[in-house]
Structures are given as structure tokens and as C-alpha cells.
């Protein structure tokens, strides 16, 4: 029952959904994004990113995925990282690593090194 003492407390816990490549994934509120992912089989990187990426730290822009719905606001590593090339600041992507899973969300991971590609290399639906 995790840090909770009481099952009342465990069973009154908030368990948002992610929906990601054809997968539907609970978690605990305030879940890393990028740490769900990855523990579920989530292909989050595409290419050569599976091996050089930033292992989380907000830094390189490889985990980066559309997300519809409820999330934490996009910190300054977020910002600033998307706000160097390839990336931009007017998309709609964020870092999985920089983001806080705090309601029912669906991801789309696009392609390119960054994954800020315009083609589609899943969906929520797969």
C-alpha cells in the first residue's frame, strides 16, 4: 500500500489513466511521465535517441510527446528546452521527463531525433 497507512487512504488515492501505443496504464498522481512510460514498454524514444538521451534530466529533448489532458504546467527546463531548435515553444509537445501525470491523458509521439517530426509513430490507440 505504498507510503498510505490506511487501506481507506489507498483506496481514496487518485489512479489517473495514460493511454500511450495501444496501452491503458494507471498510475499515481504526480507520476513522472517519462518513468511510466518506460516501465510499461512504451517505445518513448525513436532511433538513435534509445541510446543518447538525457536518462530524465530535461536537458536533451528526445522524450518530447503531444499530451491531451490533465498534466502539471511546463516547468523552466521544459520551456527552455523546447525553446531551442529543432524544437519550438509554439507546439504543442512536452518533455515526458518534465512532466507530472495528474489526470487522465493520451499520448502521440511524432518522429525525428527529438520526435518533433510531423508523421505520426503512434498514438494512444497504437
Known amino acids: 500500500m505504498c507510503q498510505y497507512t490506511t487501506k481507506r487512504q ?13 496501452k491503458t496504464i494507471e498510475c499515481v498522481s504526480k507520476s513522472n511521465l517519462r518513468t511510466i512510460l518506460l516501465q510499461n514498454g512504451i517505445d518513448l524514444y525513436n532511433d538513435g ?38 524544437h519550438s515553444p509554439t507546439t504543442d509537445l512536452r518533455l515526458a521527463c518534465q512532466t507530472q501525470v495528474l489526470g487522465d491523458v493520451k ?15 503512434w498514438t494512444p490507440k497504437g
Open 10 to 22: 489507498f483506496d481514496n488515492l487518485k489512479m489517473p489513466k495514460i493511454l500511450a501505443q495501444g
Open 107 to 121: 499520448v502521440t509521439k511524432f518522429d525525428g531525433f527529438w520526435g518533433q517530426g510531423s508523421r505520426i509513430v
Open 49 to 86: 535517441a534509445k541510446v543518447i538521451n538525457c536518462r530524465g534530466i530535461g536537458s536533451c529533448g528526445t522524450c518530447a510527446v503531444k499530451v491531451e489532458g490533465e498534466v502539471s504546467a511546463a516547468n523552466w527546463r521544459d520551456q527552455a528546452r523546447r525553446s531551442l531548435p529543432p
